[in-house]
């Protein structure tokens, strides 16, 4: 499932136009990367969490040529799924 799915299912089950679902479905999106920006956390029972993980510089190597270059420091978002999600998935 994609964002255009989630738009176009929500529109259905809750009978919007699909503008106002695309509405909807950005303002949730804009307010978890809003969250996670801040270095918030997000956590939905069942479903799981996402947390913002942070990684220091390294010195890396570009696979075509071997030339050694250093990579920054970056924030990355991680999801961990929930107990409830993942008994679910595995039947």
Known sequence: M???DLIEA???????????AY???NMIFDGFTDTLKNS???EIRG??????????AYTGRNPKTG????????NL???KVGKELKSRVNG
């Open 67 to 74: 030339v050694k270059t250093q990579v920054g420091a970056k």
């Open 47 to 56: 479903f799981g969490s996402f947390t913002v993980r942070k990684y220091g």
């Open 77 to 79: 978002p991680f999801f």
């Open 10 to 20: 929500l529109a259905v089950k809750e009978a919007l136009q699909e503008k106002e």
């Open 2 to 4: 994609n964002k255009a």
């Open 23 to 25: 509405t909807i479905i």
């Open 40 to 42: 918030g956390r997000i």
